[in-house]
């Protein structure tokens, strides 16, 4: 009988004394979960994390740029809040577990929700370090305000999953409906947005994987312009991976129709691809670009960042003779079927031979073909020559005030003149050929030497420097 008493005791010692043990280990697990969030472009800037025996509480304030208005392109900078209840492990309410983690976002301001909307986050962490994390924000309306629109939200559902180390990760999201509307009319509808995607690291310690994202229906009206744009069945598929010759990845566009005003577009498919990549640099890139995404800077400085990143590993990217793929595009429009394929690889080309244009020519090696309606063909060609002649006679207006414009008629007639000694100039030298209604070319590129629907192009090469 004592034994079993003593027994007891100890047992009933060991559950008092674990969670107070756990909740060092949970600490460490939540602020490195809390870092993790901050690398998708919400920068972290303060945490009150306040350990007590047998749970914690945290508060974690982050900042992140927003569009001021749906679609436009200046920013504000808006913050919020995870607020978290921890309760330290062995013993939460959904069983055995190294912690139970319910948060809730609180927004600082109004300038996108009420600053009283509550979402709830719910993340269960196992006894072997396994997470999971399901979201649930609240559907709300919040009414028209002065320049800002009115929001209907229907709310989203999500759930993540991860590894202690966070180096396995999936998540999948849903969204029903998004609208924004305009006192005047105008709006802006997502409706049937979802998100899956699954990533873990490799040998090389890249985050590598796949996902899709996918929208049933976007619709974007504008009663001052009198337009209108539907999409229907948009989405976005990627997947990457590590192979021998290095990592290769490809991103693939799809929509069902997409209805412009009067016309519609569409089935349309666009894949593009990557491949020979350097798993190095490309490591670096990630690590940079999510240094980059922490610093909340402007998108000017943004790109220059990105720009200075890339242009730091491309003697590395070049080392692999990396591949750029267009295969297949496909996009059926009122006038008929665009369809095309690109293939441009690199061969044993080096940093150092880029101001070379001759040296570059002879170690890239390509092929391609477009096939589209002749009737969209000559519209572009059209659009083309205008945007040429109204710059050269804007030049003209300011070398010269005096100097006579041509009116709308006149105008078109140069349009229509230019475009079509352009085209028959493009027939004659067969870079475009003639098939029944519609207009094709096929060019391959090989040791410097581009040949054109089977015929050699001399190629413009500029002075090396």
């Known amino acids: 009988m004592k034994r079993f008493v003593a027994l007891f005791v100890l047992l009933g010692a060991i559950l008092l004394a674990a969670p107070g043990v756990i909740g060092f280990q949970v600490q460490d697990y939540y602020q490195q979960l809390m870092q993790e969030l901050g690398k998708g472009g919400a920068k972290v800037v303060a945490g009150d994390y306040r350990r007590e025996w047998f749970g914690a509480r945290d508060e974690t304030r982050f900042r992140v740029q927003v569009p001021k208005q749906p679609g436009g392109k200046e920013t504000q900078t808006l913050e919020f809040s995870l607020v978290s209840e921890i309760v330290h492990g062995p013993l939460t309410s959904s069983g055995i577990a190294l912690a139970e983690v319910r948060s809730?976002?609180?927004?600082?301001?109004?300038?996108?929700?009420?600053?009283?909307?509550?979402?709830?986050?719910?993340?269960?962490i196992t006894i072997t370090g396994q997470g999971t994390t399901r979201i649930n924000l609240p559907a709300t309306r919040i009414p028209a305000k002065g320049k800002q629109p009115a929001m209907q939200f229907d709310g989203m559902q999500g759930e993540m999953r991860f590894d202690p180390g966070f180096e396995q990760v999936a998540a999948e999201l849903?969204?029903?409906?998004?609208?924004?509307?305009?006192?005047?009319?105008?709006l802006l509808k997502l409706q049937g947005m979802r998100l899956d995607s699954r990533s873990q690291k490799d040998a090389s310690g890249l985050m590598l994987g796949g996902g899709r994202f996918s929208v049933d229906r976007f619709e974007l009206n504008d009663t001052a312009r009198e337009s209108r744009l539907q999409i229907r069945e948009l989405s976005v598929d990627a997947e990457s991976s590590n192979r021998e010759s290095g990592v290769a990845a490809h991103i693939r566009y799809s929509l069902q129709s997409l209805q412009l005003d009067d016309k519609t577009y569409g089935p349309a498919e666009l894949k593009l691809g990557l491949a020979n990549l350097s798993a190095p640099a490309l490591l670096e890139i990630q690590q940079s670009v999510e240094a980059i995404n922490a610093q909340q800077l402007s998108e000017q400085e943004k790109g220059a960042a990105l720009m200075s990143v890339l242009m730091g590993n491309a003697p590395a990217l070049l080392k692999g003779d990396p591949r750029l793929s267009i295969d297949p595009l496909r996009v059926e429009t009122p006038d008929g079927l665009i369809e095309g394929q690109l293939s441009l690889q690199s061969r044993g080309l080096q940093w150092q031979d880029l101001g070379k244009a001759s040296v570059v020519l002879g170690k890239l090696a390509g092929e391609g073909s477009l096939r589209m309606p002749e009737k969209l063909f000559r519209g572009l060609m059209r659009q083309k020559a205008r945007t040429d002649l109204l710059r050269q006679f804007e030049q003209r207006r300011l070398a010269d005030p005096d100097q006579p414009v041509p009116d709308e008629a006149q105008l078109e007639q140069l349009v229509e003149r230019l475009s079509e000694q352009q085209i028959s100039v493009l027939l004659g030298q067969e870079i475009l050929v003639r098939e029944g209604d519609a207009i094709l070319t096929e060019a391959t590129l090989a040791d410097g030497l581009l040949s054109v629907n089977g015929k050699t192009v001399p190629l413009p090469v500029p002075p090396e420097q």
Do not use: H, K
């Open 104 to 124: 809730e976002i609180r927004i600082e301001g109004e300038a996108l929700l009420p600053a009283d909307y509550q979402a709830s986050i719910d993340t269960l």
């Open 174 to 186: 849903t969204m029903p409906v998004l609208t924004f509307e305009q006192s005047n009319g105008s």
